[in-house]
């Protein structure tokens, strides 16, 4: 069993903090790493990979350094996000290579049994540059695996995945969690760590904005203000009815531009709030013309977050 443990790490590119006073504990089973594009994740996983030192701060593994320490790196697994570069070689001689460079006594069968576990064994005689995005990135998880690490590190590992292989991959993942590795993947879709993960890091601007399960993620998420425009036979009518609701934190008419008004409501309760509409709009004798959320974009998601 091991446990990745940051404390108060960051890590700085000339002056762009890329990792700001990050402390978190990765411990056994699987744990999603959640953030939009350039949140750190990768700059997160490279460290705990020991591919980066900390700027400030530590990052260890069972309590030992993992930056140059050779002894750490037998028991870590990392799958990059980049693509292999060799699609000259087949998957069979990739995941040799990798079996060698950790002095491995029978590189072969390791391997062999690499290669079975993300069911890659007769695709692995065939060149890389032949492989779908799905059968490369298993490959690239058999390379990762050849020395049977306890920890298992993976960036952005569905991203162009087709859906059948990123079943596979899921399925895989959650195997490895089970058998208790430690098994870290970064993503920026809320719905694929769900699906996967035990628990939830949010990072977002180089900063660790959440931890969770999902329910208290999908809660932190779903729970947030909203604004929604709502366009109605009688846009007054339902202001005036709308602002009584205990769900409704604001409300404002927007200009009438070529006949077309609406209603600006910023919501506190979501699910709340899409309960009563209807009823509110019918005591009101209004009908209701459309309903459309004005801000539902992740990255307004992660802000919230960030600004509790
Ligand atoms: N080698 C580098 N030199 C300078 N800036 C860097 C370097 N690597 C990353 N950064 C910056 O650090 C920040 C975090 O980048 P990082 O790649 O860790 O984020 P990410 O969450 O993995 O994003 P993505 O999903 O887009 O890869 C970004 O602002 C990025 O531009």
């Known amino acids: 069993m091991a446990t990745i443990s940051l404390d108060a790490v960051s890590r700085w590119y000339g002056n762009v903090v890329a990792v700001n006073g990050i402390t978190m504990t990765i411990g056994p089973g699987v744990t999603g790493l959640l953030g939009p594009n350039g949140a750190g994740k990768s700059t997160l996983i490279a460290l705990m990979s020991g591919f980066l030192s900390p700027s400030a701060g530590s ?29 000259y070689l087949t998957g069979h001689q990739f995941v ?12 072969g069968a390791a391997a062999q049994r690499a290669l079975e576990i993300v069911d890659m064994v007769e695709p692995a005689a065939r060149r890389i540059g032949t492989y779908s995005k799905g059968m490369r990135q298993r490959v690239k998880l058999a390379s990762a695996l050849v020395h049977d690490p306890g920890v298992l ?11 059948r292989q990123r079943l596979h991959l899921m399925a895989l993942l959650q195997r490895f969690g089970a058998e208790g590795r430690t098994v870290l993947f970064s993503s920026h879709i809320l ?43 009688d ?30 409501v910023s919501v506190s309760d979501l699910g ?5 509409l209807p009823r509110v709009s019918h005591d ?14 992740l990255e307004s998601v992660f802000a919230y977050l960030v600004g509790r």
Do not use: K
């Not at 009815?241 to 008419?253: D, G, K, Y």
């Open 153 to 163: 590190l993976l960036d952005e590992p569905f991203n162009g995945v087709d859906p």
């Open 191 to 233: 719905e694929e760590v769900e699906q996967v993960a035990r628990q939830i890091e949010v990072v977002v601007s180089g900063r660790h904005a959440a931890s969770g399960d999902f329910g208290e993620i999908r809660r932190l998420m779903t729970d947030r203000p909203v604004q929604y425009v709502v366009v109605s036979s």
């Open 272 to 276: 709340g709030f899409a309960h009563r």
């Open 235 to 264: 846009d007054r009518r339902l202001a005036s009815a709308l602002i009584a609701e205990p769900s409704v934190v604001a409300v404002s008419l927007r200009p009438v531009v070529a006949g077309r008004g609406g209603v600006d």
């Open 59 to 87: 990052v260890t593994l069972d309590g030992t350094p993992i930056w140059r320490n050779t002894e750490v790196y037998r028991t870590i697994g990392l799958v990059p996000e980049r693509e292999i570069s060799f699609g």
């Open 96 to 107: 040799i290579a990798n079996a060698e460079l950790h002095g491995l006594p029978d590189p």
């Open 284 to 297: 009101a004798g209004v009908r209701l013309i459309e309903l459309s959320p004005t801000d539902e974009s």
